[in-house]
DNA sequence: CGTTTGACTACGC
DNA sequence: CGCGTAGCCAAAC
């Protein structure tokens, strides 16, 4: 996937995607992903099907100080990825229906009316990124 | 050190 | 639609 040297970096990156989500809004492991150029070496199997486990490496190693909007970012089904009913989950759900998003009742999202569709042009050149995959 | 785990996703039943 | 699994990697134990 990314090679230790870049693992930090990679970090980074995604703390940094992650801040530009707007209230509201959310994003997928796999759109921030598809955001972020792989490594010369990468296999197309790893960048399609493994990089979304590493943005939710990056994201469970979120610095408490810099105040980055974990809870926006949920799986492609457009569900909240903790464990139902875990602690985690639920501080995630209210989090995001404080900021006016809702749930239907088999717990998912309406994409349509919340996904996020990545940051401006300008902030993707700005930092050599690609343009994000759309969400289901 | 060797094992287990995981804030995922696409795909096949 | 729901459920199981491969992928084959780094962290966390």
Request: aromatic content about 8%.
């Amino acid at each position: 996937m990314f090679n230790p040297p870049n693992a930090q970096s990679f970090f980074e990156t995604v703390w940094d995607i992650v801040l530009q989500i707007p209230v509201g809004k959310v994003s997928s492991y796999g759109q921030i992903a598809s955001m972020i150029p792989p490594d010369a070496d990468m296999a197309p199997t790893q960048l399609r099907r493994l990089a979304p486990r590493w943005v939710g490496t990056a994201l469970r190693k979120t610095p408490r100080g810099k105040s980055i909007p974990w809870h926006r970012v949920i799986n492609s089904r457009g569900a909240i990825s903790f464990p139902a009913g875990s602690a985690q989950a639920e501080d995630q759900r209210r989090l995001l229906e404080m900021e006016g998003v809702r749930f239907d009742a088999s717990g998912k999202v309406n994409f349509a009316r919340v996904g996020w569709n990545g940051p401006p042009e300008a902030y993707l050149r700005r930092h050599s990124l690609l343009p994000p995959r759309p969400l289901n």
